[in-house]
T-cell receptor, first 116, second 114 residues
């Protein structure tokens, strides 16, 4: 049972345009969501996150939107650049940070290709 | 370099071999994780260590044996693996109560079982 789903395995966007990556989740206990970016032969790197008390978080060219009622989040990259070409993973965690090790559940990833 | 170092980067082993994967971080993080990434699958959590105590074993077969001698080092001992265990094994670390909850991942060990 996949609790975090990224239904688009790949996405191709022209340089300068907006990239929109989508993620759906099923577990109502998730209250914190993250996006990671992964280049080939490297581990995933943290990109941006959002708490369930917000519906939007912005960091430069990256904005994450959260729709709790739809259990849906999206990552917007604008403008897209060739260096953004990578695999993007959506991740989620339940509960509050109680001091115990947090446990992230990841999606399958979306491969973004930004073309010239 | 992210601050989490995994060795070796690549490993080819036979089904009867015994090998170990190593992960090291000097970021002051107290939680360490092993994840498995197989093609077209989500990253699968294998083990969680918090202050060098194992707090999670996600139904991982006993042919994978983790070891965490201290908060900076994590090992994954492998023995009698199967070809379907071929995957990218990722180590991550995290500091509890860190606001953004982001893990720091290593570059992974690409394991091939022949």
């Amino acid at each position: 049972d996949q609790q975090v789903k990224q239904n688009s395995p790949s996405l191709s966007v022209q340089e300068g345009r907006i990239s929109i990556l989508n993620c759906d989740y099923t577990n109502s206990m998730f209250d914190y969501f993250l996006w990671y970016k992964k280049y080939p032969a490297e581990g995933p790197t943290f990109l941006i996150s959002i708490s369930s008390i917000k519906d939007k978080n912005e960091d430069g060219r990256f904005t994450v939107f959260l729709n709790k009622s739809a259990k849906h989040l999206s990552l917007h990259i604008v403008p897209s650049q060739p260096g953004d070409s990578a695999v993007y993973f959506c991740a989620a965690k339940p509960g509050v940070n109680t001091g115990t090790a947090s446990k992230l559940t990841f999606g399958t990833g979306t491969r973004l290709q930004v073309t010239l | 370099e992210t601050g989490v170092t995994q060795t070796p980067r690549h490993l080819v082993m036979g089904m009867t071999n015994k090998k170990s994967l190593k992960c090291e971080q000097h970021l002051g993080h107290n939680a360490m994780y092993w994840y498995k990434q197989s093609a077209k699958k989500p990253l699968e959590l294998m083990f969680v260590y918090n202050f060098k105590e194992q707090t999670e074993n996600n139904s991982v077969p006993s042919r994978f044996s983790p070891e965490c001698p201290n908060s900076s080092h994590l090992f994954l001992h492998l023995h009698t693996l199967q070809p379907e265990d071929s995957a990218l094994y990722l180590c991550a670390s995290h500091k509890n109560r860190e606001t953004n909850y982001g893990y720091t991942f290593g570059s992974g060990t690409r394991l091939t079982v022949v």
